[in-house]
Each structure stands twice: as structure tokens, then as C-alpha cells.
């Protein structure tokens, strides 16, 4: 079957890292996504890896090891603005994209 | 550029109702995706068309129908509404050339409550 597994939850402060990760099985592999989602919004693109390594995109970075079925989305120098869920989403052999349920991050000050 | 538009945001239908949730795109995309959301649950693809005229199932077709008759509209039609399908509903579109699922853009969504 088709599996993208992701933290439920997590919490961090205000200025600091954190990084959430994605484990994916699927039936083929078209490239890895990352979607930022704040509650009751529509999700927007924030990365797209489809290579082995890391993508740096500001303040973001997606990472991806294909082998090992990981990615994993660092934030650095967090603002409250980024409290929002982070959704993994994976290319399979159809190329359609299969979701992950996301995860909640919430920000303290 | 109005991007990925959807009606109604909200719908409350009783049971055994129908509707359709519209979607229109002004980006001149060849993919469009109709998905449901359910709470704590990932995006699941109800239906999806690879340019006008061309439409197929997702995952998750069941009491669902689309039709794109042009390459700006994709409206998504429910028939005998059923609690189950309480959910919010996306549309999203692409481009592509090749196949690959590039970067999909989204729609505001439609919540959808059947009662």
C-alpha cells in the first residue's frame, strides 16, 4: 500500500529551528512536496525535491534521501506566522500525488 | 489573475440532495484536481482532468461526477448527498508538459456540511 507518515503535532518557540519529517512508501517516486496549510486556508507550494539532498529556499529547506523514503522540511528563525500545518505529499508511479495528514506546528512566543 | 476560483465557500445540503461546487481557473493550466479534506486526515483526490475533455477517477470517486467541457472549468457534482461526504473540498490545477505532478495550486475551498 501507500503510506506517508508525518508528526501529528509539535511545538516550538519563536526564533528557533525546527524540523518536521516525512516517510513515504509508494508505488513509484515522482518527486517529493512540501505545502504549507494555516487553518482554514487552501495549502500553498513551499518546495519541491525530486533529487537526493538538500533545497534551500530562505528561512525554508527540504531535504531528501530517496533510499531511505525521508524528507524531512527545516524552518529556521521561526515567527508566530509560521503556526500552520506542513503537508508531505509524494509523485507516485501515476503521477498523482499522495498526501500525507499533515503536521500542526504551533509557535510560542 | 483571480488564480484557482471556487463556489459556494459554504453549503449546508440535507440528505439525498444534489449540488455542484464550481471551479474555474484563469492560468490557462492543462490539470485540474478536485480533493477532499477531512479533519486530521491528508488531501484525498476525488477526481482529476488532464485538459478538456479528459476526465478521471482518484481514490475516492464514489458519488461524485465532473465534467470539463473547457480548459477554465472543472465543476464537481454531488448526487444524494450523504453525511459522509461532509468534508472541504479543493480544487487545484497545473501545468505540465510531461506528466510529472508539479506544482499544484489551490483553490480557497468549499465546506461542505450534509445534514
Known amino acids: 500500500g501507500q503510506n506517508i507518515d508525518q508528526p501529528t503535532e509539535m511545538t516550538a518557540t519563536e526564533g528557533a529551528i525546527v524540523q518536521i519529517n516525512c516517510t513515504y512508501q509508494?508505488?513509484?517516486?515522482?518527486?517529493l512536496f512540501w505545502y504549507q496549510q494555516h487553518a482554514g486556508e487552501a495549502p500553498t507550494f513551499l518546495s519541491y525535491?525530486?533529487l537526493d539532498g538538500l533545497e534551500e529556499k530562505g528561512r525554508f529547506s527540504s531535504f531528501l534521501s530517496r533510499s531511505k523514503g525521508y524528507s524531512y522540511l527545516l524552518l529556521k528563525e521561526l515567527q508566530m506566522k509560521d503556526s500552520a500545518s506542513y503537508l508531505c505529499?509524494?509523485?507516485?508511479?501515476?503521477?498523482?500525488?499522495?498526501w500525507g495528514a499533515g503536521t500542526k506546528l504551533i509557535i510560542k512566543p | 489573475n483571480a488564480g484557482v476560483t471556487q463556489t459556494p465557500k459554504f453549503r449546508i445540503l440535507k440528505i439525498g440532495q444534489s449540488m455542484t461546487l464550481q471551479c474555474a481557473q484563469d492560468?490557462?493550466?492543462?490539470?485540474m484536481y478536485w480533493y477532499r479534506q477531512d479533519p486530521g486526515m491528508g488531501l484525498k483526490l476525488i477526481y482529476y482532468?488532464?485538459?478538456?475533455?479528459?476526465?478521471d477517477k482518484g481514490e475516492v470517486p464514489n458519488g461524485y461526477n465532473v465534467s470539463r467541457s473547457t480548459t477554465e472549468d472543472f465543476p464537481l457534482r454531488l448526487e444524494l448527498a450523504a453525511p459522509s461526504q461532509t468534508s472541504v473540498y479543493f480544487c487545484a490545477s497545473s501545468y505540465t508538459t510531461s506528466g510529472l505532478p508539479y506544482e499544484q495550486y489551490f483553490g480557497p475551498g468549499t465546506r461542505l456540511t450534509v445534514t
Open positions: 492560468m490557462n493550466h492543462n490539470y
Open positions: 482532468s488532464v485538459g478538456a475533455g479528459i476526465t
Open positions: 509508494t508505488s513509484g517516486f515522482n518527486g
Open positions: 505529499a509524494v509523485g507516485d508511479s501515476n503521477y498523482q500525488l499522495i
Open positions: 525535491n525530486v
